[in-house]
């Protein structure tokens, strides 16, 4: 069964500050990694996937992420941070035999001024 | 590109009454849609699979007499919610996945009900 971990509740940092918001998966096949935002009261908007390719897979608004198959990882990055990216953020995976997405439990990022 | 909408944004209702949410895709076509659920400060779960032309396909758990879901074109899906109750009160969120570009799934802004 697939399944996401996201480890932290919530991650605090200060505007400008390099950011991280973990996430380990795990797939019986090769993973589609995705990262979505979702803002309060709104629907999830997508950033990025990972389904083949480079490690490092840049999105939207300046996100990126690494997949990392011996750690099981796909941790999202930006090298800094915005008051205005506070926001719930959620990983997801997929098998690549299926369309089911599972997503994490969501980490919230909270970017002070 | 890849827009999805949802109507209505929130709809307040008495218990033991219908609700109809649609889900649109405004500029793909979506063989697949997906409707989740979404509690307070909780993650998605999937209620159910819907395909243009055929039945959902709904998840363990989900009473599918309930939640009725009718996926008649390749643009629109719908959500109607049954006798609904207090308890069904929540977030309600569709997905729609291009038909030409099945690894992606695009949100609609959801559909926040409240079942008084």
């Known amino acids: 069964a697939q399944s996401v971990a996201q480890p932290e509740d919530q991650v605090n940092v200060a505007e400008g500050n390099p950011l991280t918001v973990k996430c380990t998966y795990s797939?019986?096949?090769?993973?589609?990694l995705f990262w979505y935002v979702q803002y309060p009261n709104r629907g999830l908007q997508f950033l990025l996937k990972y389904i083949t390719g480079d490690n490092l897979v840049k999105g939207s608004y300046g996100f990126e992420a690494e997949f990392n198959k011996s750690q099981t990882s796909f941790h999202l990055k930006k090298p800094s941070a915005l008051v205005s990216d506070s926001a719930l953020y959620f990983c997801a995976v997929r098998d690549k035999g299926f369309q089911k997405l599972v997503f994490g439990t969501g980490t919230r990022l909270l970017v002070s001024p | 590109g890849a827009v999805v909408s949802q109507h209505p944004s929130w709809v307040i209702c008495k218990s033991g009454t219908s609700v109809k949410i649609e889900c649109r895709s405004l500029d793909f076509q979506a063989t697949t849609m997906f409707w989740y659920r979404q509690f307070p400060k909780q993650s998605l779960m999937l209620m159910a699979t819907s395909n243009e032309g055929s039945k959902a396909t709904y998840e363990q758990g989900v009473e599918k007499d309930k939640f009725l879901i009718n996926h008649a074109s390749l643009t629109l899906s719908t959500l109607t919610v049954t006798s609904a109750h207090p308890e069904d009160s929540s977030f309600y969120i569709c997905s729609a996945t291009p038909s030409e570009n099945r690894d992606t799934q695009y949100f609609g802004p959801g559909t926040r009900l409240t079942v008084l």
């Open positions: 797939v019986s096949g090769n993973p589609y």
